[in-house]
Every structure is written in C-alpha cells, then in structure tokens.
C-alpha cells in the first residue's frame, strides 16, 4: 500500500503561482510513477502532469505546457507540481497518483493509488 498526502491548494489570483506537493508512504518511492489529475466541479478527473520513477521523464496536457512544471524528490518521497502563470480554468481538486511502473502513466485508471486531494481556487 502507498500513502499519499497532497498539500498547497489554496485561493490565489489569476497569474499567480502556487506549489502543490505529494508525500508518499508506505513503499518505496522511486519505484513508482507518479502522476498528477484535477477534477472540477460537475466534470470528470483529468490528466494533468505525469513522471517517470527516475524523474527523468515528464509529460504534460497540452492546456498546462509552459505553465506547470511536476518534479520530484525521492530522497524525501515527495512529488511536486508547481503552477505558473494560473487562470481561473485551473480551478480544481487536485489529486496526485501513484502507479508501481518503470515509465510514464498518463490516464486515471492505470494509477492504483490516490491522495485525498487539495483544492485550488483561481479567482479572476
């Protein structure tokens, strides 16, 4: 079992900035993909960002490129998507993911394991 605790969601303006970060437990980190989804009110969870064990490999959806960035730390079992540049569309629970794999998991239902979530409110 993995563990997964997701923090940093809070209000900020439109243009501002914010850091979610993801702690992990429970197993060893870096032998997990990790991955990062939003869900807004009245639609589906989506894909937002996603890295490979190493962190040497990352992936995006096309509507955050330039924007977010997702890193990770496994000496700290910490994965982190930092958030430029925020428009009131990235309003959102925030959700980060966890996938026992070797490369790159892109969808929702290849993760086996989910954080609680944190809510990010982007006003206009």
């Known amino acids: 079992q993995v563990q997964l605790v997701e923090s940093g969601g809070g209000l900020v303006q439109a243009g501002g900035s914010l850091r979610l970060s993801c702690a992990a437990s429970?197993?060893?980190?870096?032998?997990?993909?990790m991955g990062w989804f939003r869900q807004a009110p009245g639609k589906e969870r989506e894909f937002v960002a996603a890295?490979?064990?190493?962190?040497?490999?990352?992936y995006y959806t096309g509507s955050v490129k330039g924007r977010f960035t997702i890193s990770r730390d496994n000496a700290k079992n910490t994965v982190y998507l930092q958030m430029n540049s925020l428009k009131p569309e990235d309003t959102a629970v925030y959700y980060c993911?966890?996938?026992?794999?070797?490369?790159?998991?892109?969808?929702?239902?290849?993760?086996?394991?989910w954080g609680q979530g944190t809510r990010v409110t982007i006003s206009s």
């Open positions: 993911a966890a996938q026992l794999s070797r490369g790159v998991v892109l969808t929702t239902r290849a993760y086996d394991y």
């Open positions: 890295i490979s064990w190493s962190g040497l490999n990352t």
């Open positions: 429970g197993r060893t980190f870096s032998n997990y993909a």
